[in-house]
T-cell receptor, first 110, second 111 residues
């Protein structure tokens, strides 16, 4: 059973701080990794994807992948109250489907 | 349209009834996925279409669930003899070969 684990939170950070969200996965053969943001009552929105070891930056977001440790993280710099949401980590399955964690709820306090 | 659309946005039905949920993917996307999300959980994979055929239906929970995509575009998820445990948000996503983009979902409530 392929699994993706995330801390459910809530993770609370002050406005302007760095939020660090973490995810581990069980299938060592996984090749693709995604972070989705989900506001309450809305559907998941893709914010980052990463396929290779190392860091990938896009604006205030940085995704980090370490395949040896089976660990993927998302850093959000200069956190804003509008970043308050649930962040879902997803790993690509063998047929292209996504295997999701339960999500980490982030709260950014003004 | 610009994104994935799903209808209806909300569906309330009684236990034992039949329901159909519709997904209209992003134009040109050949891959289409159905997921189900319960409160406090991440989306759970149900079925994947590549074109008209179901490439992977291993996530369907039982034979009350069925999905079709007859012309390789719009897909319909069909649930027979609904049960209260089927209550969830049903999400559809489409992909052009890489990342998946989700529709707004259909919230199904079985009374």
């Amino acid at each position: 059973q392929k699994e993706v684990e995330q801390n459910s939170g809530p993770l609370s950070v002050p406005e302007g701080a760095i939020a660090s969200l973490n995810c581990t996965y069980s299938d060592r053969g996984s090749q693709s990794f995604f972070w989705y943001r989900q506001y309450s009552g809305k559907s998941p929105e893709l914010i980052m994807f990463i396929y290779s070891n190392g860091d990938k930056e896009d604006g205030r977001f940085t995704a980090q992948l370490n395949k040896a440790s089976q660990y993927v993280s998302l850093l959000i710099r200069d956190s804003q109250p509008s970043d308050s949401a649930t962040y879902l980590c997803a790993v690509g399955g063998s047929q292209g489907n996504l295997i999701f964690g339960k999500g980490t709820k982030l709260s950014v306090k003004p | 349209g610009a994104g994935v659309s799903q209808t209806p946005s909300n569906k309330v039905t009684e236990k034992g009834k039949y329901v159909e949920l519709r997904c209209d993917p992003i134009s040109g996307h050949t891959a289409l996925y159905w997921y189900r999300q319960s409160l406090g959980q991440g989306p759970e994979f149900l079925i994947y279409f590549q074109g008209t055929g179901a490439a992977d239906d291993s996530g369907l929970p039982n034979d009350r669930f069925f999905a079709v995509r007859p012309e390789g575009s719009v897909s319909t998820l069909k649930i027979q003899r609904t049960e209260r445990g089927d209550s969830a948000v049903y999400l559809c996503a489409s992909s052009g070969g890489g990342e998946q983009f989700f529709g707004p979902g259909t919230r199904l409530t079985v009374l």
